[in-house]
Nanobody, 113 residues
């Protein structure tokens, strides 16, 4: 059974940083393409970042230069390092295993002074 569990969200001031984690069980994460998405109140879910099985990453323009997706094969996990956070980054963040259409429960990120 595939399971994704996100953690690391919280309240941070503008300009601050957070690191989100997504622990994956049931598959070997390095064999699959994985994504981070987010959904702000009243808005559609938005793609944020992807990591390919090769390790190549790509980001949405809205977070380019501020967010970095990575993977730890030993921990079977993926991460989203978020720097220079802005109020408009406030959302619930989800990791996604595309091949299984599997989603985590989400972790809330709130950027506010």
């Amino acid at each position: 059974q595939v399971q994704l569990v996100e953690s690391g969200g919280g309240l941070v001031q503008p300009g601050g940083s957070l690191r989100l984690s997504c622990q994956v069980s049931g598959v070997i994460v390095k064999d699959y393409r994985m994504h981070w998405h987010r959904q702000a109140p009243g808005k559609q879910r938005e793609w944020i970042a992807t990591i390919q099985s090769s390790g190549h990453t790509s980001n949405a323009d809205s977070v380019k230069g501020r967010f970095t997706m990575s993977r730890d094969n030993a921990k079977n996990s993926v991460y989203l390092q978020m720097d220079n956070l802005k109020p408009e980054d406030t959302a619930v963040y989800y990791c996604n295993l595309e091949a299984y259409n599997s989603w985590g429960q989400g972790t809330q990120v709130t950027v506010s002074s």
